[in-house]
């Protein structure tokens, strides 16, 4: 798992196209730890502003890789988050 920091440090030297994965796991039942919380937040405010776009890949039951690509400078926000309409 990757820490806040280490993100930040994946993100500022990351070019288009690479990708990171900054957690295994189940993020559903890892969210009360503090250092998860704080990678979750960091890794989903990042997709909120257009820097990465953020998919999974099941490894096993009820694990997966989550895993962050790197956009293009020129990406916008709206490509890379999702949220379903009510």
């Given at each position: 798992?990757?820490t806040?920091?280490?993100?930040?440090?994946?993100l500022a030297?990351?070019e288009s196209g690479?990708?990171?994965?900054y957690y295994?796991?189940?993020?559903?039942?890892g969210?009360?730890e503090?250092?998860?919380?704080?990678?979750r937040?960091?890794?989903?405010?990042a997709?909120?502003?257009?820097?990465?776009?953020?998919t999974?890949k099941?490894?096993?039951?009820?694990?997966?890789?989550y895993i962050?690509k790197?956009t293009h400078?020129?990406?916008?926000?709206?490509d890379?988050?999702?949220?379903?309409?009510p």
């Open positions: 798992m990757l806040e920091e280490s993100f930040e440090q994946w030297g990351a690479e990708r990171v994965v295994v796991g189940f993020l559903a039942l969210t009360d503090p250092v998860i919380k704080k990678l937040n960091t890794v989903a405010a997709a909120m502003e257009g820097l990465v776009m953020l999974q099941r490894v096993g039951k009820y694990k997966f890789s962050a790197r400078p020129d990406t916008s926000p709206d890379c988050w999702w949220v379903p309409a």
